[in-house]
């Protein structure tokens, strides 16, 4: 793979648009992203923390933006070093900056309600229809199945910023194809991921391949970006997949970096995690700062220890970049910029403590009950109305009035579903752009409670 074709700022469905002089397209894409109304929806949906329990944690919104802030720091530097190295031409370590802080903003942006464990009770809601299937469920093609029953928010994020948001089936936000790259973390559709054993995967290089990273309506719009930037292209069989874009993985490692980091902060803040625990855990990340912090209060201790870890999570993704360059390049690198750097057992062992005292807190695990319980009823909430749709040849119009009330008043998006496949869609848009509260809300109301 090459720079000259990895920074292209083509944008997606709109090639004939002009840089402006001052502004360039990449700054122009981070500007789309921040001011969407799904990257605003960010705000209300959870981290890891609960919301409802506490104003002063993380959410999705704030995190992205440090993640967007710590991804271009990286991006920076790397830029400088392919430019000392004239592997880039000056002024575009600029350019790899720009990239990665517009794909940080986005990179949660297809996340549903509750964290992770929303993605969870999506994929078994629809398990659960898929199992002795009858309906519209009965009527989808079975290789489309897996990208409901394990619904992925990567690929559902790719959806919106390049198809539903503004320019609706026309390209989405039309972002530069370079930030779609630099977006797209697992580079594979999920009929794929399932056809293909990890391992022979990991045999033939790295390809992001935990999870799939595409559904199948988007698949064609993501061709088109990676033959553009000329990602190295694998077909085994009828399957094809993507290396991953360069930039992905300083996209991953500034997220590696904040959530490992800032998830420590949240925890000592809510007072699931005592100090000393904390600090110790930052402290050694922090390469044992020397400084007098006798002066400080705790809170401000762990915000100094929170500041310096990061500093040198960066100086680790930098030197792992530079350490891996030629594989990173050749889609064969195999690990993550913080597992591959020196800082890799300290960050390990954040990820241990984070598995065994934060992930399995009471209110986390309050919050995830519930948060199950509130996705699958308003899932089978607004069922009735597409299997009404289905039923009547898709026809809008042939709705009943309980079901144009029930569209009125939750502003379902019934626009263009004429299959099944869009009608799942259509639903899963609905529940994944959903705020936690608002998720709530939705749920009584149809439940009547």
Same mark, same amino acid.
């Given at each position: 793979?090459?720079?000259?074709?990895?920074?292209?700022?083509?944008?997606?469905?709109?090639?004939?648009?002009?840089?402006?002089?001052?502004?360039?397209?990449?700054?122009?894409?981070?500007?789309?992203?921040?001011?969407?109304?799904?990257?605003?929806?960010?705000?209300?949906?959870?981290?890891?923390?609960?919301?409802?329990?506490?104003?002063?944690?993380?959410?999705?919104?704030?995190?992205?933006?440090?993640?967007?802030?710590?991804?271009?720091?990286?991006?920076?530097?790397?830029?400088?070093?392919?430019?000392?190295?004239?592997?880039?031409?000056?002024?575009?370590?600029?350019?790899?900056?720009?990239?990665?802080?517009?794909?940080?903003?986005?990179?949660?942006?297809?996340?549903?309600?509750?964290?992770?464990?929303?993605?969870?009770?999506?994929?078994?809601?629809?398990?659960?229809?898929?199992?002795?299937?009858?309906?519209?469920?009965?009527?989808?093609?079975?290789?489309?199945?897996?990208?409901?029953?394990?619904?992925?928010?990567?690929?559902?994020?790719?959806?919106?910023?390049?198809?539903?948001?503004?320019?609706?089936?026309?390209?989405?936000?039309?972002?530069?194809?370079?930030?779609?790259?630099?977006?797209?973390?697992?580079?594979?559709?999920?009929?794929?991921?399932?056809?293909?054993?990890?391992?022979?995967?990991?045999?033939?290089?790295?390809?992001?391949?935990?999870?799939?990273?595409?559904?199948?309506?988007?698949?064609?719009?993501?061709?088109?970006?990676?033959?553009?930037?000329?990602?190295?292209?694998?077909?085994?069989?009828?399957?094809?997949?993507?290396?991953?874009?360069?930039?992905?993985?300083?996209?991953?490692?500034?997220?590696?970096?904040?959530?490992?980091?800032?998830?420590? =902060?949240? $925890?000592?803040?809510?007072?699931?995690?005592?100090?000393?625990? !904390?600090? #110790? /855990? *930052?402290?050694?990340? %922090? @390469?044992?700062?020397?400084?007098?912090?006798?002066?400080?209060?705790?809170?401000?201790?762990?915000?100094?220890?929170?500041?310096?870890?990061?500093?040198?999570?960066?100086?680790?993704?930098?030197?792992?970049?530079?350490?891996?360059?030629?594989?990173?390049?050749?889609?064969?690198?195999?690990?993550?910029?913080?597992?591959?750097?020196?800082?890799?057992?300290?960050?390990?062992?954040?990820?241990?403590?984070?598995?065994?005292?934060?992930?399995?807190?009471?209110?986390?695990?309050?919050?995830?009950?519930?948060?199950?319980?509130?996705?699958?009823?308003?899932?089978?909430?607004?069922?009735?109305?597409?299997?009404?749709?289905?039923?009547?040849?898709?026809?809008?119009?042939?709705?009943?009035?309980?079901?144009?009330?029930? =569209?009125? $008043?939750?502003?379902?998006?019934?626009?263009?579903?004429?299959? !099944?496949? #869009? /009608? *799942?869609?259509?639903? %899963? @848009?609905?529940?994944?752009?959903?705020?936690?509260?608002?998720?709530?809300?939705?749920?009584?109301?149809?439940?009547?409670?």
């Amino acid at each position: 793979m090459e720079w000259s074709t990895l920074l292209s700022n083509e944008r997606l469905h709109d090639p004939k648009y002009s840089e402006q002089v001052n502004r360039s397209i990449f700054t122009q894409d981070y500007d789309r992203i921040v001011f969407s109304e799904p990257f605003r929806r960010l705000a209300n949906k959870t981290q890891v923390q609960p919301l409802y329990e506490h104003d002063h944690v993380h959410h999705r919104l704030i995190h992205s933006i440090e993640v967007g802030s710590v991804g271009r720091s990286l991006a920076m530097a790397i830029g400088q070093w392919l430019v000392e190295h004239e592997i880039i031409d000056k002024g575009e370590e600029n350019s790899l900056a720009n990239i990665v802080q517009a794909a940080c903003a986005a990179h949660d942006i297809g996340n549903p309600p509750f964290g992770h464990s929303g993605e969870n009770a999506i994929g078994e809601w629809f398990l659960e229809k898929f199992t002795n299937a009858k309906g519209m469920f009965a009527d989808l093609d079975p290789i489309l199945q897996e990208e409901f029953c394990a619904f992925e928010g990567n690929a559902q994020g790719l959806r919106i910023i390049a198809r539903t948001e503004m320019y609706r089936n026309d390209g989405g936000m039309r972002l530069s194809k370079a930030v779609l790259g630099a977006f797209m973390k697992y580079p594979l559709s999920a009929a794929t991921k399932k056809d293909l054993s990890d391992l022979a995967y990991k045999e033939d290089g790295y390809f992001g391949g935990k999870k799939f990273g595409v559904f199948n309506s988007e698949l064609p719009l993501f061709e088109e970006v990676a033959q553009t930037l000329n990602l190295t292209k694998v077909e085994v069989g009828s399957n094809t997949w993507w290396r991953r874009h360069p930039l992905v993985f300083v996209v991953e490692a500034a997220d590696d970096i904040c959530y490992n980091i800032v998830d420590l =902060e949240d $925890a000592f803040t809510t007072g699931e995690l005592q100090f000393d625990v !904390v600090r #110790q /855990a *930052l402290f050694d990340l %922090a @390469d044992k700062p020397n400084r007098d912090t006798s002066d400080m209060s705790e809170a401000e201790q762990i915000a100094y220890l929170r500041a310096v870890a990061i500093g040198k999570g960066i100086e680790n993704c930098l030197e792992a970049f530079k350490a891996n360059y030629s594989a990173i390049m050749a889609g064969t690198f195999s690990q993550s910029l913080v597992e591959a750097g020196k800082l890799s057992k300290q960050f390990e062992e954040i990820k241990d403590l984070s598995k065994k005292r934060i992930f399995t807190a009471r209110r986390k695990t309050e919050l995830e009950v519930s948060g199950h319980r509130i996705i699958g009823n308003v899932l089978s909430g607004i069922l009735p109305v597409y299997e009404q749709l289905a039923t009547n040849n898709w026809d809008r119009k042939s709705l009943d009035d309980h079901s144009k009330q029930v =569209e009125r $008043a939750l502003l379902l998006d019934l626009r263009g579903i004429s299959n !099944v496949e #869009q /009608a *799942l869609h259509s639903m %899963a @848009d609905f529940i994944s752009g959903m705020t936690d509260r608002y998720a709530l809300r939705i749920s009584r109301m149809l439940s009547g409670t």
